[in-house]
């Protein structure tokens, strides 16, 4: 029977994101040859909070997948939160933004927790109850702003777009929520939690996990970063915007592809999923650069998505004939 | 060693639809012994552990823990009882590493509420010096061989210090080396007084390892044997009920025709290596031995199901390559799984949709199907093999097990085979449907058709079979005819020990 | 006796469907005679008819697909993309009919091709995979476009989509039902109809009898595909110019319907009829709302909680029946 193979690197996970941040870093070296924007600390600090808010949902989506599911509904959230921000958070006053943003935090966090509802305890399947939530959301957006509009208060505004150089504040909070998350998934119980129920349900169960209550936190965790990505776009674009969201929904499980998360659940990293984002978010800003047709990002991202598939697949297969003895 | 019983499990009946699985047992367990419990597929031994690992709740009967009746709803009751579980398909995240997966659920904290890496790899450490082997905290279960995979299972039944440890089939997939570490590590645990019980069907093993045995036998508790007097035939008189006779057809004036499947060379890497067998037209072959001796992989191979990398494979004079299912069925070669609720049948359709889906096109033409040839096919089918049902509309995911495996027999005689394999014909099938059967597969070969017959029942495997080829790690080790095979020729044989292949004229 | 009892129901389930679905389409007829009345007459709801043609077209396809236990995302990105090439090949003019046609039907096949080819070879979640086509081809048509497309369709393709058969019935409205029944016979007659059921059900057990599971799926990607074009051809036809956001609602709609028209998401049950009747439904519903002053905020929300609450409905029946 086979041995233990030693592996280079004793957690294998450290493995797949030291290769995205390796191809992140070789794509934006190849950008820094080619044009000079790509040499100003300027141009990257702005393409760093360019990218950012698609980060932020990105690392809920994962977790998310790597519990086993799927949330089609995050782009809608974020529609949503846009619109809530710009009529609630008109005026500058504290008690206007201080409200505002609970109401944010509320309805995103409310709407994860329908959709974990949904899933877990009307049995029905993610996709299903996610794009149901997508269309409802959607439909409410419309409903709170017809149109793109309203007012987002400046002082809120002008302090989320705080920059300096590479600094930023939307830096500052992409920082956090990483921290957060990653204590939650990698130095507490609940991380194994969701790993376990992502690999097998059954097992996971049988060995003591509360499987409901864990998958129902995934997506309320998906349904917060969605609105701090909200805030984040409702403080670059000043106004609420019904459809603004909508790109972010396959962006988001395309980010954590790319990194290394398996969409069949129980693989994954957070830290991937932000080098994913990353890699996504500047391809607008690369097309520009090269001269491109930008509308080729669509044709791009598609691509990607397949090539971060079949990579993964292939990697797959041969660690399963490696230890199978083939 | 405690004279108390600190497990007791009394008048013990639990239904299921269609099927008693337990009537009225009684099992008990002192603290510091071993106790096993044996008895054929189907006995019942399954579901009394499920009902003490809280999978199952029982119909009637009660359960006492250290003089307590409890009510086990859930494996984190089982738990909190002292009642440890080893699986014996082995009940681990492979995702998860080696110590992820022992304080799942039950990981340790630092002060703030932060996980406590170095306490629980030191526990882990404790273990391995406590036990005797070496399980490396920080390696990925799904890298792990069986073996180790079970160690892991163990040391997080046994971390938490249970007072009851169960252990189905752990020797299953071990090497003899492997058991006799197992062993040791049981002594251990025995010592410390934890009491364990100790499924397997390798009676040998129990004879050495168990201080007491409880048989089951369909469902029913036939007695105990104490330590001094458990000896395999014992053991066997109480499992078994039925003499021989009774329900395998009379084969002996069957004459066989001329070869109808041969396999020759097949190595499939990993799992088999230059296999070679024969059968003739009117011959039941029947292969045996362990789980997972590679006596599957072949059948599937031979079906295409699985690539093989050498060999050939020739059926009713056609040879057939790696893969390919479609041809072979053409070619008149039919396979009924052993898992007919998983991949054999359409549980949502009816009996005449699943039983001429393998034979469509000889009831169609022109791109169409013509129901009254296809109504009449299946009626014909119905009658000669007596499936019990309102009408050929029925759904079959509500027909009882018998009648289920018989709708899959008529999906492949629908076809007109000339070589049929029959993966486990009875499982989950009752007696009386048993006998039924057997008596359809001798008509079969009164009409010249070879068949192949898998089956983990080694008494079935010695009533049905004209011939037996034993597996064992991947090659046969014994080839023996029906008049010359007994019980202990076979366990042999499944343990590795090789015999003589016979020759043929 | 509890077997027969059984059998009973199991054979008018799919005919219960319908039953529900005609009377619901009567409650809806009844409701909007009391709000408005006068407006329920036979050429409003063979207008009816006309919009939900295109839906019921697409449904066709995503019946088949799901059917297979997989789901195709990327129609509506299909229904636009015709309509871009469709107007850009026929110019206005009828010379270049059967070649924009041809185009339109390549470009499908090409799509359903890719979609196969991910979801079979490469093995990517179908709903993913799909997704990412739609994506694609989103990009194709905006690249092409450049985002402010412009154009007509040909005189013919306008008259079949706007026209009247014997001064009646609504030309895509027979073409809708010709389709339905040529689909209901491959299903309910043919071996590839069997094939289907069962790759939806069990693929390993209908892989093990035989049956190219693989075959079956490219099919029903390659017609959904297909029908989608032929929507997209009629909706081009019927608004006889361009517009980008053409194909926008049909993913959540035809999903809706598929499962309104009781089939289950996960495949091997179902069949044509409930889709047939859901599409009416559903399009009868809009009209409804729209004629007392609903908006897109408000369908939207009414369709998603539809979705959800039909698969929900269908969970709970079989949980209580098993």
Wanted: net charge positive; aromatic share 6%; hydrophobic share 45%.
């Amino acid at each position: 029977m086979s041995n233990i193979r030693i592996k280079p690197f004793r957690n294998p996970k450290v493995g797949s994101v030291a290769v995205i941040y390796g191809l992140l870093l070789v794509v934006f070296a190849g950008m820094a040859v080619v044009s000079p924007s790509y040499r100003s600390i300027e141009n990257i600090g702005n393409i760093i909070v360019q990218c950012i808010p698609l980060a932020i949902v990105s690392m809920g989506q994962t977790i998310v997948i790597i519990g086993g599911g799927i949330d089609m509904s995050v782009g809608a959230m974020i529609s949503m939160s846009t619109c809530i921000a710009a009529v609630t958070m008109s005026s500058d006053s504290a008690v206007s933004v201080g409200g505002g943003l609970a109401r944010v935090l509320l309805a995103s966090s409310g709407a994860g927790l329908l959709n974990g509802l949904g899933v877990n305890s009307c049995k029905v399947p993610p996709l299903i109850t996610t794009l149901s939530m997508m269309t409802v959301l959607s439909g409410i957006s419309l409903a709170i702003l017809p149109q793109a509009g309203g007012r987002v208060s400046k002082v809120f505004a002008d302090f989320m777009m705080l920059r300096a150089g590479v600094l930023s504040v939307s830096l500052l909070i992409l920082i956090c929520v990483y921290l957060l998350l990653r204590r939650a998934m990698y130095h507490s119980g609940f991380g194994n939690a969701v790993y376990a129920i992502g690999n097998h349900q059954g097992i996971a169960a049988s060995m003591g996990v509360k499987v409901k209550r864990i998958s129902i936190l995934t997506y309320v965790a998906a349904g917060v970063c969605a609105g701090v990505t909200g805030l984040l776009l409702a403080s670059r674009m000043r106004i609420g915007d019904p459809v603004i969201g909508t790109s972010f929904g396959l962006d988001s499980i395309t980010a954590s592809a790319i990194g290394g998360t398996s969409l069949n659940g129980g693989e994954g990293q957070v830290s991937g999923t932000i080098a994913g984002a990353f890699l996504i978010g500047m391809l607008s800003n690369m097309m520009n650069i090269l001269g491109v047709n930008h509308f080729y990002q669509y044709v791009l991202k598609g691509i990607l998505l397949v090539a971060a598939m079949i990579i993964y697949s292939i990697s797959n297969t041969l660690e399963v004939k490696r230890h199978a003895g083939i | 060693m405690n004279t108390q019983m600190y497990l007791e499990m009394e008048h013990i009946t639990k239904r299921f639809p269609g099927v008693t699985a337990l009537s009225d047992v009684q099992f008990s367990c002192r603290l510091g012994e071993v106790h096993a419990l044996v008895g054929e597929n189907g006995a019942g031994k399954s579901t009394l552990m499920n009902i003490l690992g809280g999978l199952a709740a029982p119909d009637e009967g009660t359960v006492r823990i250290d003089g307590h009746e409890v009510l086990i709803r859930d494996p984190n009751v089982s738990f909190s009882c002292g009642i440890g579980f080893v699986h014996q398909e082995s009940n681990l995240l492979t995702n998860l590493t080696v110590c992820e997966n022992i304080f799942l659920a039950r990981e340790i904290y630092s002060g703030r509420r932060k996980l406590d890496q170095e306490k629980m790899r030191s526990q882990v450490q404790e273990m391995n010096d406590r036990l005797g082997y070496h399980l490396d905290p920080d390696a990925q279960v799904g890298n792990l061989k069986l073996a180790d995979r079970q160690l892991t299972e163990i040391a997080r039944a046994v971390m938490q210090n249970p007072k009851i440890l169960i252990m189905d089939e752990p020797t299953a997939a071990l090497s003899k080396q492997e058991v006799k570490r197992l062993f040791q590590i049981i002594e251990t645990l025995k010592k410390s007084g934890v009491g364990i019980i100790y499924i397997s069907h390798r009676l040998e093993e129990i004879i050495e390892i168990a201080d007491r045995v409880t048989v089951l036998k369909d469902g029913k508790y036939v007695g105990g044997i104490q330590k001094g007097d458990i000896t395999r035939d014992k053991m066997i008189s109480m499992m078994v009920g039925r003499t021989l006779k009774d329900i395998y057809p009379d084969r002996r004036d069957v004459v066989f025709g001329e070869e109808m499947l041969k396999i020759e060379g097949l190595t499939i890497p990993g799992k088999v290596q230059g296999i070679s067998f024969f059968v003739r037209a009117g011959e039941i072959v029947g292969l045996g031995g362990l789980e997972g001796q590679g006596q599957r992989d072949v059948v599937r191979a031979v079906f295409g199901v699985e690539p093989f990398s050498a060999g050939t494979v020739t059926a009713a004079g056609v040879q057939y390559r790696s893969g390919g299912i479609a041809k072979r069925i053409r070619g008149k070669l039919g396979y009924v799984t052993d898992d007919r609720r998983g991949n054999g049948l359409i549980l949502g359709q009816s009996i005449r949709k699943n039983a001429s889906i393998a034979s469509l096109k000889a009831f169609s033409r022109a791109c169409f199907i013509q129901g009254k040839k296809e109504r009449q096919a299946v009626k014909e089918q119905m009658e000669l093999l007596q499936i019990k049902a309102s009408s050929m509309e029925q759904e079959t995911a509500t027909l009882s097990g018998g009648n289920q495996q018989k709708v899959m027999l008529a999906r492949w005689l629908l076809v007109h085979p000339k070589v049929l394999i029959i993966d486990e014909p009875t499982k989950g099938v009752d007696v009386g449907a048993r006998v039924s059967v057997y008596q359809i597969i001798n008509d079969l070969t009164k009409v010249g058709i070879a068949v192949v017959i898998l089956t983990s029942d080694m008494l079935e495997l010695m009533g049905v079979s004209d011939r037996i080829l034993m597996f064992y790690e991947g090659q046969i080790t014994a080839e023996i005819l029906h008049d010359d095979a007994t019980e202990e020729r076979l366990m042999q044989a499944a343990s590795g020990v090789v015999q003589e292949v016979k020759e043929h004229e | 006796m509890q077997e027969s009892d059984l059998k009973s129901r199991k054979i008018s389930q799919g005919s219960r469907q319908c039953l529900i679905l005609l009377l619901s389409i009567t409650c809806l007829f009844v409701l909007q005679a009391v709000l408005r009345p006068g407006s329920v007459t036979l050429a409003q709801g063979m207008n009816i008819s006309r919009q939900a043609s295109t839906l019921g077209i697409v449904v066709l396809g995503q019946t088949l697909v799901i059917l297979t236990g997989g789901i195709d995302l990327s129609v509506g990105s299909i229904v636009t993309i015709t309509n871009v090439f469709a107007v850009s090949y026929m110019k206005g003019q009828d010379e270049n009919f059967f070649t924009a046609v041809l185009v339109c039907a390549g470009i499908g096949l090409a799509a359903g091709a890719v979609n196969a080819i991910g979801v079979l070879k490469l093995k990517i979640a179908p709903f993913v995979m799909t997704l990412c086509t739609s994506t694609m081809l989103q990009g194709i048509y905006l690249v092409y476009t450049g985002g402010s497309p412009s154009g007509n369709v040909s005189p013919s393709l306008k008259q079949i989509g706007n026209g009247l058969c014997a001064g009646v019935i609504p030309y895509p409205t027979l073409i809708w039902t010709a389709l339905a029944v040529l689909l209901w016979i491959a299903l309910s007659y043919t071996p590839f109809g069997r094939y289907t059921y069962a790759v939806g059900e069990n693929p390993d057990a209908a892989g093990l009898c035989g049956i190219s599971v693989d075959r079956i799926k490219i099919s029903a990607y390659l017609l959904s595909s297909l029908f989608a074009v032929a929507a997209g051809l009629l909706a081009s036809g019927y608004i006889g110019t361009t517009s980008l956001s053409l194909g926008n609602d049909y993913i959540t709609n035809s999903l809706a319907v598929v499962l309104i028209g009781g089939n289950s998401i996960e495949g091997g049950k179902g069949g044509v009829w409930g889709g047939f009747l859901g599409a009416f439904l559903l399009m009868l519903l809009f009209a409804l709302l729209t004629m007392v002053h609903v908006g897109q905020a408000g369908k939207l929300v009414i369709q998603g909680v539809i979705i959800f609450a039909v698969v929900f409905g269908q969970r709970y029946g079989l949980g209580r029946k098993g």
